[in-house]
T-cell receptor
């Protein structure tokens, strides 16, 4: 059973803090993605990665960075958290040669106060 | 700009009703269209559609794609309270990027 694990289910951080969201997958997927989900806006792509040490900006990368040092792990970094980054963050992964879509993690609900 | 538009944004029905959820898209490099169901946490996969006019069915759920008119519908017959969820439509582009719609919030009342 494919698993995508996000390290925290709920997180509360203060404005200006550096925040790390971790995502680990156990199916040797090449592709990994970070989305944020907000009511009425759906899922919006922040960053994605097709391979180790490789990253591409999505639609809303501002205020975020990522790291992929190992194939199974994709980290999202909020360099200086702000209240408008309060959201649900979803990680996903997939094989590169299939059109079947993604396997999602359970999400991290981040609140920045 | 690529976009996926779902309608309605939300609806409330009674158990036993049939519902139709709509998804239209404008995407440059269409590869497939996917439907997901999201309850409290991770979206779970329902259907993937690549060809026009071929209905996919799974129990009380079915879906069809029209690549000429650029839309898809998701039907749920004999709805149950367990069908209450957010239903997400997404289009996969070549390069494996998924573009999501805003979702339809379905609430089924008993």
């Amino acid at each position: 059973d494919v698993k995508v694990t996000q390290s925290s289910r709920y997180l509360v951080k203060r404005t200006g803090e550096k925040v790390f969201l971790e995502c680990v997958q156990d199916m040797d997927h090449e592709n990994m993605f970070w989305y944020r989900q907000d009511p009425g806006l759906g899922l919006r792509l922040i960053y994605f990665s097709y391979d180790v040490k490789m990253k591409e900006k999505g639609d809303i990368p501002e205020g975020y960075s990522v790291s992929r040092e190992k194939k199974e792990r994709f980290s999202l970094i909020l360099e200086s958290a702000s209240t408008n980054q309060t959201s649900m963050y979803l990680c996903a992964s997939s094989f590169s040669d299939r059109a079947y879509g993604y396997t999602f993690g359970s999400g991290t609900r981040l609140t920045v106060v | 700009e690529d976009k996926v538009v779902q309608s309605p944004l939300s609806l409330v029905v009674h158990e036993g009703d049939t519902v139709t959820l709509n998804c239209s898209y404008e995407v440059t490099n269409f590869r497939s269209l996917l439907w997901y169901k999201q309850e409290k946490k991770a979206p779970t996969f329902l259907f993937m559609l690549t060809s026009s006019g071929i209905e996919k069915k799974s129990g009380r759920l079915s879906s069809i794609l029209d690549k000429k008119e650029l839309f898809s519908i998701l039907n749920i017959t004999a709805t149950q309270t367990g069908d209450s969820a957010v239903y997400l439509c997404a289009v996969m582009e070549y390069g494996n990027k998924l573009v999501f719609g805003a979702g339809t919030i379905l609430r089924v009342k008993s």
